[in-house]
């Protein structure tokens, strides 16, 4: 099932290949009815590429040039580049879930959570809502969210979401339903593809049988067996995806990577001091894997990994003291640092704002949010779920 609408969908951006500014230009200069004759068509053109998606959904019907504009690959591609380098995050959006049972999704501002003195979220209308199923978040790149939507006895389907554009696209998943699973989501910038990578381990009478991996290609809309991974039993969260792989905990507290490209499994190298932590989680500094090491609830050390690949790269960037208020809860992974040096991250089920500069902490108390549980942050693109 495929959420397309009577607009016209912009084809996916090919990232490999360089944007052509006067591909851009040739086009505005197509159309002599521009509403605004007295201005070049460069200016109009960076005036586009910093719009908000809601505003250039609306002007693709200013003129026939203006839709074909907005509606190319380049101009998709060129959008996304200039949002995703914005640190001001003023085109990033965070998705929060209350629960595992939680049919709800709920979105709100970066900018707002960062800047607002009482940020506001709003429900979103996510195509993985009715009431036998509930979404888990599987991962964002590029503005598409994927939802694995699951059913009180097992997986039922994938669904790869644009929430900006409003376009979905629903990905059965046809093979034997099983309960227990964890998945990865990636754009693979070699093939110009986006991939689910999911890890189903399969029980005979309670006992762990074998662990099937199988990999979903966007561009072909098929799965794929790949060779059964034989390690030690990958936790639960959904993976992280740095330099080409996908990284997992296992039940030891080891660091597990596939590569993408490859598909070959390995163990990272860490220090020996993320074993003697009480609660391990990982995450993604900028671009960078960190790590969350949860100390007796007392407080966090946070680890980055400065060049992949190197143990002795691993670095201890900050160590956040949990609030007198814990209550037996934890941090959970960074999801940005701000202009300012605020890092915006999850304590329990609510946000928090912490400066390490005086080492303070800031609860925020964000309108209409129920304690989230489940978190994703996104960029909001043009980009479109189909080939």
């Not at 900006?164 to 910038?189: C, M, R």
């Not at 959904?238 to 490209?261: C, E, P, R, T, Y």
């Not at 020996?272 to 009480?278: D, P």
Request: charge should be neutral; charged fraction near 25%; proline fraction near 6%.
């Amino acid at each position: 099932m495929e959420s397309r609408g009577d607009e016209v969908i912009p084809r996916h951006p090919k990232q490999s290949k360089p944007t052509n500014p006067a591909h851009f230009l040739s086009v505005l200069n197509q159309d002599s009815l521009l509403p605004m004759p007295n201005l070049p068509a460069e200016l109009i053109l960076e005036i586009l590429l910093k719009l908000p998606v809601k505003s250039l959904l609306q002007f693709r019907s200013v003129s026939k040039s203006w839709l074909s504009l907005i509606s190319s690959p380049e101009f998709v591609k060129a959008r996304l580049s200039l949002s995703t380098s914005n640190k001001t995050y003023t085109h990033h959006g965070v998705i929060t879930k209350a629960s595992n049972t939680s049919r709800g999704v709920e979105d709100c501002s970066i900018c707002s959570l960062l800047y607002d003195s009482v940020p506001e979220s709003f429900e979103l209308d996510n195509p993985g809502k009715n009431p036998n199923a509930f979404p888990l978040f599987v991962g964002s790149v590029n503005g598409l969210v994927c939802l694995a939507i699951n059913l009180f006895y097992g997986l039922d389907c994938f669904i790869i979401w644009n929430p900006s554009i409003k376009k979905y696209k629903k990905l059965p998943y046809e093979e034997h339903i099983v309960p227990y699973f964890t998945f990865g989501f990636a754009y693979d910038e070699f093939e110009d593809d986006y991939k689910i990578v999911g890890i189903f381990p399969i029980y005979d009478y309670a006992i762990l049988c074998r662990i099937e991996v199988k990999i979903y290609s966007l561009k072909n809309d098929s799965w794929k067996r790949v060779k059964n991974y034989k390690g030690a039993e990958l936790l639960g969260d959904s993976a992280k995806f740095v330099n080409g792989n996908f990284h997992w905990l296992d039940k030891h507290w080891n660091i597990i990577s596939m590569d993408l490209a490859d598909e070959k499994w390995e163990e990272v190298d860490q220090p020996c001091c993320f074993k003697g932590c009480g609660f391990l989680k990982l995450g993604v500094f900028e671009s960078d894997l960190s790590v969350f090491c949860n100390y007796a609830w007392t407080h966090v050390d946070v680890w980055v990994m400065k060049e992949y690949g190197v143990k002795e790269s691993w670095t201890k960037m900050f160590t956040v003291k949990s609030p007198e208020d814990s209550g037996g809860r934890i941090f959970y992974p960074i999801i940005l640092m701000s202009n300012e040096g605020e890092i915006l991250l999850k304590f329990g089920s609510r946000f928090v704002k912490y400066n390490p500069k005086d080492d303070s902490i800031r609860y925020l108390d964000v309108t209409k949010l129920a304690p989230c549980l489940e978190v994703q942050i996104y960029v909001k693109s043009l980009v479109c779920p189909f080939y």
